[in-house]
């Protein structure tokens, strides 16, 4: 690999997914992991396949589908997990096992009760066994950045031996400040081009954790000091204060380009999309200041700057909304516009479409011409977004909601399994509770209601409101649900039974799972 291109190692589907509350199905992994691999990441790190059979069906799956990327499944030092691994990723163009070992003292001291000489030799016979299923192993020393360095220059030697082609120094619980991360990387890498033949075919590797708000500027500092790899996930999610986020790194190289004079493979076109599949699957919205994708991250309030923009963009907008997926004209569709102009429009937001997907996707943007004035490209990325919309064993028909000091009212009307059902429900708690039990008396279940979120898609009074919905059913299993419209409360039906839908399709899933 040339010295001035960065390696883009996306972990959303692996760390990203063990935040609390983002589990995703196994559809939902490969619809993020194909816009992943359509952006141009370069490791796409599906999962953990020893974690559960989910875990291996999903990785597995983006094995399959996977064209372009590398696509990578974390394995502790265990014989079991690294065979796990390798299977997994068998059917990949391009596969990679990525396995670790704790390296601080006190890791080794209080979680793996291990000593140093012990460690080595786990490391030794982990690396070399993966080795026999793959020529791309990556190898972690995780908490690194606590670890004696003559101890982690030891570690890192063994396994560059073993046959390990990525070495990753991770911050794993975000302690260290951007100062040591260099030192770390400019020391440990010094010593093995010096000491081990064969270092300099090597990639060394950094993964930040953001619990000190540090994760971004310590990957940069890693990089400085001769790291690589940048792993990273989208909006920076993954476990306590998350990761390092993609669009944060992958925007500061390309503007700073003078300062680093490094390459990549991404095209930043699809930033925007990517991150709002992810909070639509996730269900976590990122905050309105969110570098690169938040809502105000190309917005001017202030009259200096509005003044600024207005005489040259460059004044106040060192990017531009378009490098990230975004367009100057926020104003485009409307009731009167053709296929063509819309087909048009998708492919400006860098969105493709089958012929069937486009024309039901054309038909609801018509549809929410005729609601609102104005069609936003927000609302366009709505809207592809949630083109499941309608789809599942319960649709919505039509929903009636009144409400007055005495209580609200609603009657609604789905169409399940085909047959049309109505029921009216009267409640005191609000609209929004009102509709759930009338799906409630539809379709009985024993669900509960986790969380509900709504947000405007766009601003103005007609914009669409966007309602995330997280249902647990039965043996804890948790699912998200979208659903999108300007009526607020048809966007809560749309999402509640969005979710319902999903419980529903699992638990037939499972029963035919437990009959076979």
Sequence with gaps: MAEDRIIIFD?????????????????????????????GVDVIEAGFAMASEGDFAAVQAIAKQTQQAVVCSLARAKAADIERAAEAIKPA?????????????????????????????????????????TDDVEWSAMDSTRTGMDYLCQAV?????????????????????????????????????????????????FHGQNDLGLATAN???????GARQAEVTIDGIGE?????????????????????????????????????????????AVQVNKAIVGANA??????????GMLKHAETYEIMTPESVGLTKSNLVMG????????????????????ENAFEDAFARMKALADKKKTVFDDDILSLVEHETDGKGRAQLSSLAVTSTHEGQKATLNLLVD?????????????PVDVCYQAIRQIIPHEASLKLYQVNAVTAGIDAQAEVLVRLEGENGVVMNGNGADTDTMVASTKAYLDALNKLLNYQEKLCLTTQD
């Design 219 to 225: 990957t940069l500092a890693a990089i400085s000091g």
């Design 11 to 39: 972990t959303t589907l692996r760390d990203g997914e063990q935040s609390p509350g983002m589990s995703m199905t196994i559809d939902e992994k490969l619809l993020v992991a194909e816009a992943l691999d359509q952006m």
């Design 298 to 307: 190309f917005a001017h309030e202030s009259g200096i700057h509005q003044d």
């Design 157 to 205: 030697a063994v396994a560059i031996k073993a046959g390990a082609t990525t070495i990753n120094l991770p911050d794993t619980v975000g302690y260290a400040t951007p100062q040591e991360v260099q030192q770390m990387f400019e020391h440990v890498r010094g010593r093995m081009l010096r000491d081990v033949k064969g270092a300099d075919k090597v990639i060394f590797s």
């Design 335 to 354: 009731k009167h516009s053709g296929r063509h102009a819309f087909r048009d429009k998708l492919k400006e937001l860098g969105i493709t479409l089958g």
């Design 240 to 284: 306590r204060a998350g990761n390092t986020a993609l669009e944060e790194v992958v925007m500061i190289l390309k503007t700073r380009k003078d300062s680093y004079g490094l390459t990549m493979n991404i095209d930043t076109t699809h930033i925007m999309r990517v991150s709002k599949l992810v909070q639509s699957v996730t269900g976590q």
């Design 93 to 133: 163009k391009r596969g990679r096992i990525h396995t670790f070992m704790s390296t601080s003292p006190i890791h080794l001291k209080y979680q793996f009760n291990k000593s140093e000489e012990e460690v080595l030799e786990m490391i030794r016979e982990t690396v070399t066994l993966a080795r026999n299923f």
């Design 418 to 430: 085909g047959k049309a059902k109505t029921a009216v429900a009267e409640s005191k708690n609000g």
